[in-house]
């Protein structure tokens, strides 16, 4: 089974970029659909956004449309966010996910593997 570590979050300021990185081991990640979501304090988890196997296909939150943009490097096993232009309503643990094989969720209870989580916290 597939093992997920983010990294990348951080502390920033309202207008600035941040690229989130998960690393995968074990498994086999070029089989996976892969996700990020976030869970903001006393709420619950979201889809952020999404990318096929092949990295070739993605979707997005409208919340982050336009601005966050999903990709993966399969001879890394990497998952990557880049956040650009963020806000402070975009604070929030960020979690990568991988999906099930043969499917591409948007609803996070359908995915089983999760890595733990890095920390976004965007001032205004």
């Known amino acids: 089974q597939v093992q997920l570590v983010e990294s990348g979050g951080g502390s920033v300021q309202a207008g600035d970029s941040l690229r989130l990185s998960c690393a995968a081991s074990?498994?086999?990640?070029?089989?996976?659909?892969m996700g990020w979501f976030r869970q903001a304090p006393g709420k619950e988890r979201s889809f952020v956004a999404r990318?096929?196997?092949?990295?070739?296909?993605?979707s997005y939150a409208d919340a982050v449309a336009g601005r966050f943009t999903i990709s993966r490097d399969n001879t890394k096993n990497m998952l990557y966010l880049q956040m650009n232009n963020l806000k402070p309503d975009d604070t929030a643990i960020y979690y990568c996910?991988?999906?099930?094989?043969?499917?591409?969720?948007?609803?996070?209870?359908?995915?089983?593997?999760w890595g733990q989580g890095t920390q976004v916290t965007v001032s205004s």
């Open positions: 990318t096929t196997i092949s990295g070739e296909t993605a």
């Open positions: 996910a991988a999906a099930p094989i043969g499917t591409y969720y948007i609803d996070p209870r359908r995915y089983d593997t």
């Open positions: 074990g498994g086999d990640f070029s089989k996976h659909a």
